[in-house]
């Protein structure tokens, strides 16, 4: 069935830098890759995604590119700051176009001050 | 904000007996979604229903687990006989229809331990 991975499973940097997290897919029907931040006792909230038309795409601090080709993606969050700190989660859409998401495992991004 | 509302938020329960975990959906929303989030882990999909559509139960661990989702609003996710590995967090989650590409919103989250 459809698989996601994710990458680093743990990140931690100082404040001011760069974050990278990385994720592959292996259905190459998916279409739609949301990416959502989880912090401590909370639901998921969905912070960006991006659809397979396109290859890249960014909100102020944060932005998230797509390699179809290749079926993987990326979430880079620039000049980090401590509130950033929590886990981060992909997922791709599942083949069936039911809405349904595959998630990775997630990634714990702790924000040095 | 009328966001996904889960209730309880936490519960624990001894081995053996049976839960039930509501989700209220966004007002609207065709599409409901539970997930399981084990202890450090990811989301581990359970259910999801469409509209009159029949669910999609391809998640569901086991068939101590069972979901009803009644007048295509509020949803309930029972549990029989629990286990101590059914530890977790159960997410519900709702999109205002079940195409892909829709946002899924999500709850807080119903912290279930089992002693």
């Known amino acids: 069935g459809e698989n996601v991975e994710q990458h680093p499973s743990t990140l931690s940097v100082q404040e001011g830098d760069s974050a990278v997290i990385k994720c592959t897919y292996s259905?190459?029907?998916?279409?739609?890759f949301p990416w959502y931040k989880q912090e401590l006792g909370k639901g998921p909230q969905l912070i960006i995604d991006?659809?397979?038309?396109?290859g890249e795409k960014k909100d102020q601090r944060i932005a998230v590119t797509l390699n179809k080709t290749a079926k993987h993606f990326s979430l880079h969050i620039t000049e980090t700051q401590p509130e950033d700190s929590a886990v981060y989660f992909c997922?791709?859409?599942?083949?069936?176009?039911?809405?349904?998401?595959?998630f990775g495992q997630g990634t714990t991004l702790q924000v040095k001050p | 904000g009328a966001g996904v509302s889960q209730s309880p938020s936490n519960k624990v329960t001894e081995k053996g007996k049976d839960v039930e975990l509501r989700c209220d959906p966004i007002?609207?929303?065709?599409?409901l979604y539970w997930y399981r989030q084990s202890l450090g882990q990811g989301l581990e999909f359970l259910i999801y229903?469409?509209?009159?559509?029949?669910?999609?139960k391809s998640g569901l661990p086991s068939d101590r687990f069972s979901a009803e989702r009644t007048g295509g609003s509020v949803s309930t996710l029972t549990i029989q006989r629990t286990q101590q590995e059914d530890s977790a967090v159960y997410l519900c989650?709702?999109?205002?229809?079940?195409?892909?590409?829709?946002?899924?919103?999500f709850g807080e989250g119903s912290w279930l331990t089992v002693v």
């Open positions: 229903f469409q509209g009159n559509s029949a669910p999609d």
């Open positions: 007002s609207g929303h065709t599409a």
């Open positions: 997922a791709a859409s599942g083949s069936s176009n039911t809405g349904k998401l595959i």
């Open positions: 259905d190459s029907a998916s279409n739609y």
């Open positions: 989650a709702s999109s205002p229809t079940g195409t892909g590409g829709n946002t899924i919103y």
């Open positions: 991006i659809r397979s038309n396109v």
